[in-house]
């Protein structure tokens, strides 16, 4: 069906008694106009002037500069400011982030006072209307981060390795279909990463094979992820994770097939692309995390955690699930899609939560890449340990740019290894031109 224009859905839905929010037409996600009327209606009345009857209380984030307002006197939604404009992804990451902190502000139950008492534009003159306004309020959540989430999925599927999965659902989906669509959720995070490293390795390799980074794996259905892997939790079910490899020709023109020289260097060097292209990318700035039981907050790079296992590199954001806060924060801002875990299997009302792991680090943080391969030692040329950057359990090890260029450079001028003619020396001139040529990442 087409999408609902704002007309539409301004005739349909009525600001002061709305339809529940998994009723709202369903609008295209680049639409701000929709995007304004929808957080108008359901999480912020006020849109972005309203707060407390508190005078003491103020604003933390204001209403996002992009999105138009709901303007009461000619019935309709402003147009959108004139300024220059983000990508649609980063409008909908940021969208996401102010509903995060609508919610934010709704979990905090004020004292209530007939006629005074009013949260984000919204009048609240009993404990029934306040429990009914922040249920809307995370049914809305639910509605945005899975229409946001649906959408940065959706823009990862021209980037799917076609051989992974020939006839099935695109691998960025999980592998199992609901009433015949596929089930895809990425968070938005993960696809503005992967195309700005993807951007990265075109500069460098385009010329080969399919020119990007493939995609192996994205998101997964917790019925999916029992099938495939043996890890009890993961970040693919909540959305925040995908695997990936370059071109499967890429990876077989390099010496030592026997040994997987050519997917063990490649993993290394993505774990290492991924984390450089965040940190010098204008959209991953840091994030301000609360220091558990502590009042102190700490500032965190906001790069991926990235896993050097044996058959693909894992790019994860799982951690960034975990940064919003303690187990009930988490249950009250976070929606139900980045939440699939049952807190107690024995409480059905104990609610959900995000990933967690006792084994490995992945939803702790970011970390830093131990054992990375930086300075290539052309004695080392056949007999390379990659166990020493798979560092299992953890796998947190990397390849930079420089070694790459180096091993490359050792193989084509001394040990006669021509790469197929696919790999030459443009392109180690281009490795070490590449922007994301320094180390370790602090």
């Not at 991924?274 to 102190?296: D, K, T």
């Not at 965190?300 to 050097?308: D, G, Y």
Request: charged residues 20%; hydrophobic residues 35%.
């Amino acid at each position: 069906m087409p999408y609902a224009t704002i007309g539409e859905i301004l005739s349909r839905v009525d600001r002061r008694s709305p339809c529940p929010p998994g009723q709202f037409p369903d609008f295209d996600p680049e639409n701000l106009k929709a995007w304004a009327y929808f957080i108008h209606v359901y999480l912020d009345f006020s849109q972005g002037t309203g707060w407390f009857a508190s005078p003491v209380a103020t604003r933390t984030m204001e209403w996002p500069s992009f999105l138009p307002r709901y303007n009461e006197g000619s019935g309709r939604v402003d147009d959108p400011p004139l300024l220059a404009r983000l990508s649609h992804l980063e409008e909908l990451r940021k969208i996401l982030d102010y509903i995060s902190y609508c919610m934010r502000v709704w979990r905090i139950k004020p004292v209530i006072i007939p006629g005074s008492t009013t949260i984000l534009g919204f009048s609240i003159d009993s404990d029934d209307a306040y429990n009914g306004c922040f249920q809307r309020a995370k049914d809305a959540c639910d509605v945005a981060w899975e229409k946001v989430m649906s959408y940065s999925a959706r823009r990862l599927y021209p980037y799917a390795d076609p051989w992974e999965r020939p006839g099935g659902p695109n691998v960025v989906a999980s592998g199992d279909r609901e009433e015949g669509e596929d089930v895809a959720f990425i968070l938005p995070d993960i696809t503005l990463l992967y195309l700005e490293a993807n951007q990265e390795w075109q500069q460098v390799f385009g010329d080969i094979g399919s020119g990007n980074i493939e995609i192996q794996a994205g998101y997964r259905t917790q019925n999916w992820q029992r099938r495939v892997s043996r890890a009890r939790q993961s970040a693919h079910v909540a959305g925040a994770a995908i695997d990936a490899l370059p071109p499967q020709v890429f990876m077989d023109c390099f010496p030592f097939q026997e040994d997987n020289y050519g997917k063990r260097i490649s993993i290394g060097y993505l774990c290492w692309l991924f984390r450089r292209a965040a940190q010098n990318s204008p959209y991953f700035r840091e994030i301000v995390v609360l220091n558990r039981g502590q009042p102190n907050e700490t500032r965190v790079p906001r790069i991926p955690k990235t896993l050097c296992e044996p058959g693909t590199a894992h790019i994860s954001f799982g951690w960034l699930l975990h940064a919003v806060g303690s187990r009930d924060v988490r249950q009250d801002v976070l929606p139900s899609v980045t939440r699939p875990y049952p807190v107690d299997a024995n409480d059905p009302d104990a609610g959900t939560d995000v990933p967690t792991s006792r084994t490995r680090d992945e939803f702790q943080g970011p970390g830093q890449l131990n054992h990375l391969w930086d300075v290539f030692d052309p004695t080392q040329y056949a007999t390379l340990n990659f166990g020493a950057i798979s560092n299992q359990p953890d796998y947190s090890g990397g390849i930079s740019a420089r070694w790459l260029a180096s091993y490359i450079s050792e193989a084509l001028n001394n040990r006669g290894w021509d790469f197929g003619r696919l790999i030459r020396q443009h392109h180690v001139d281009r490795l070490n031109n590449q922007d994301a040529r320094i180390g370790q990442i602090d």
